[in-house]
């Protein structure tokens, strides 16, 4: 399977240690199956840096489920739902995980995700609400291990 992770730069190893905390699944380095995915990440640096990059990563995903320990969240849900939102907040964790493969909370996602977090709406409306958002997917590794034992970095591709 191939993954894209969109950035500023070229990562051709990533580093854990770079990754912000405040993320939909915690700490990590976020890549999606979908290019398009992260060709929409690179927007906010091309503003930010002035300049947009594709990294690309072969990765083998049935050898990665029968090995490592697996968070998925096939579809949006209250699992889903708990979990970003204590990632989001900063006191979630990803400690027990190697992978976690789930929806991406991104800006239409988003905007129930805040109606729910500032009280305009339930858990349940929210869940409800999500159901009408287009499929996306994001693999968030972990872990440096899982990083350097099942990214195969690639090449790269500059966005003009």
């Keep these: 399977m191939i993954l894209y992770h969109g950035s500023y730069i070229e990562v051709a190893r990533p580093d854990y240690w770079k990754g912000r905390i405040k993320l939909d699944f915690g700490r990590g380095f976020y890549t999606t199956p979908y290019k398009e995915q992260a060709l929409k990440w690179t927007e906010r640096f091309l503003r930010r840096y002035g300049s947009r990059v594709i990294s690309i990563y072969e990765f083998d995903e049935v050898k990665a489920l029968e090995n490592l320990r697996v968070l998925k969240f096939p579809k949006y849900g209250e699992d889903w739902l708990d979990f970003i939102t204590l990632c989001r907040l900063g006191i979630g964790k990803n400690d027990n995980c190697d992978l976690i ?60």
């Design 101 to 160: 493969i789930g929806s991406v909370a991104n800006d239409r996602v988003f905007d129930q995700l805040e109606a729910y977090f500032n009280g305009y709406s339930d858990k349940l409306t929210a869940i409800k609400n999500l159901r009408y958002e287009e499929p996306n997917l994001q693999y968030c590794f972990a872990n440096q291990k899982t990083m350097d034992e099942y990214l195969i970095f690639t090449g790269s591709e500059v966005i003009a």
